[in-house]
């Protein structure tokens, strides 16, 4: 089986427990890379429309983790812990997203990042440990839409990078 295939029978083995989101940025790949490596660029556009972000503690790397609490435009307040079981720098992120180290509802993410023309196309597939997770997520968390504004956020704050980097 080659691996095309054995991707196509995986993909295929977790469509019902999955969201994928993807959006074109207008910002070289490695600039949109180096969004996630770093809290300070993390804590300008992480999260959805109105949703701030406080890290208690980040490390990028394998095995490192990101520990930190949204805080939602009601005022209400989401411990989230991510840890990161794969980096290839500027292609690729793999990393497990829970509540707590020890959630057993925590969902894997893969974020890839391809040249799109003199932009970026970031695809970001979330698999959750069963349907009735996912279906949960989209409905009452509104995981779709949140993905796609966090995306959005991302892409103006690289944007505008980016900008700022032309002219300097």
Do not use: C
């Not at 054995?6 to 295929?12: A, K």
């Not at 609490?69 to 720098?89: A, C, F, K, L, Q």
């Amino acid at each position: 089986m080659t691996g095309a295939e054995q991707e196509t029978r995986t993909e295929s083995a977790t469509a019902d427990r999955e969201i994928v989101i993807s959006r074109v940025i207008d910002a070289p790949r490695e600039l949109v890379f180096e969004a996630f490596t770093e809290v300070r660029h993390l804590s300008r556009w992480w999260g959805p429309e109105g949703f701030t972000t406080t890290t208690k503690s980040f490390e990028f790397r394998v095995g490192g983790v990101w520990d930190f609490v949204m805080h939602g435009p009601d005022g209400t307040d989401y411990s989230e812990w991510i840890t990161w079981t794969r980096i290839v720098p500027p292609e690729r992120i793999e990393l497990l997203h829970g509540e707590s180290p020890d959630d057993p509802n925590a969902f894997e993410s893969v974020l890839t990042f391809a040249p799109n023309d003199a932009g970026t196309r970031i695809v970001m597939r979330t698999v959750f440990p069963t349907r009735q997770l996912r279906d949960e997520a989209a409905e009452k968390y509104h995981a779709i839409e949140a993905g796609q504004q966090t995306l959005a956020n991302l892409a103006a704050y690289v944007t505008e990078g980016a900008r700022k980097g032309a002219q300097g």
